[in-house]
């Protein structure tokens, strides 16, 4: 047995994906391609327990996008989840895609899934309906580790154009969290870049783009050339954990 799939027994594997932005026309395609080809091959070196795609399939709301997503997820030997960006159609994207679970039990980790879509805005909102979705998720394993994945980013980037396209109400979201000492890990998308920051003993994260990258610590827009790619996490039973970012 090779050392990666005796590891595995002991740990659990997560993968992330987001920003894909597809249109109708098939603009942002091959690099979704690409990525998803990388994603497979780490699949079959690591099998996951789940990916999560967190947002902005689409860039036009067009069921073709939502249709192109679809082939290329169906590719992927794992679970796949899924919840909406600002982009998004949130109604028509679980139409095509028919995933609605946002709630996963592994081991001694908890995975909470939140939808921060705010229908007309760029920046995200948890209404009061997502913030009790979160509050009573956290009261029901704190015996767990949480993973909390969501699709716009809750602490600054250090981008002057991005961050006012965060969660608005993020100081709701923190009260909840800051409630709870058990919440490890904040996975978002939106930011098209990498980024880590830590707040009270819990760690950020934003993942890189499947489509275009934004330059980091930017005053205004600037596309980056760094390459798309993906996030994985590794998770274990003494509540620790490894992530990282594997690019095209």
Not at 20 to 35: C, G, P, Q, R, Y
Not at 67 to 96: F, R, S, W
Not at 136 to 145: A, I, N, S, Y
Request: charged share 25%.
């Amino acid at each position: 047995m090779s050392l990666d799939r005796e590891k595995k027994k002991l740990m659990i594997r997560i993968l992330q994906i987001s920003d894909s932005h597809i249109f109708s026309d098939k603009n942002n395609l091959e690099n979704f391609k690409a990525v998803i080809s990388e994603v497979i091959k780490d699949i079959k070196k690591i099998k996951p327990e789940l990916l999560v795609f967190t947002g902005d399939l689409s860039h036009d709301q067009s069921e073709l996008s939502y249709q192109y997503v679809a082939e290329q997820l169906a590719k992927l030997a794992c679970p796949v989840a899924i919840i909406p960006g600002n982009h998004d159609d949130p109604e028509l994207m679980t139409k095509v895609l028919n995933n609605q679970q946002r709630e996963f039990i592994f081991d001694n980790w908890h995975i909470i899934l939140l939808n921060s879509y705010y229908a007309g805005h760029e920046s995200g909102l948890l209404n009061n309906a997502e913030l009790t979705f979160l509050d009573h998720g956290l009261q029901k394993h704190p015996e767990k580790q949480t993973l909390i994945f969501l699709h716009h980013h809750v602490v600054p980037t250090g981008s002057a154009w991005l961050d006012p396209m965060g969660i608005e109400n993020h100081n709701e979201m923190l009260t909840i969290l800051n409630k709870y000492q058990n919440v490890k890990i904040v996975a978002s998308g939106h930011g098209h870049q990498e980024v880590s920051a830590e707040y009270n003993k819990i760690k950020f994260f934003i993942t890189p783009a499947t489509s275009v990258q934004f330059k980091k610590n930017s005053k205004e827009l600037t596309i980056d050339t760094l390459k798309p790619g993906f996030r994985w996490f590794n998770l274990y039973a003494n509540s620790k954990y490894e992530t990282g970012v594997i690019r095209i």
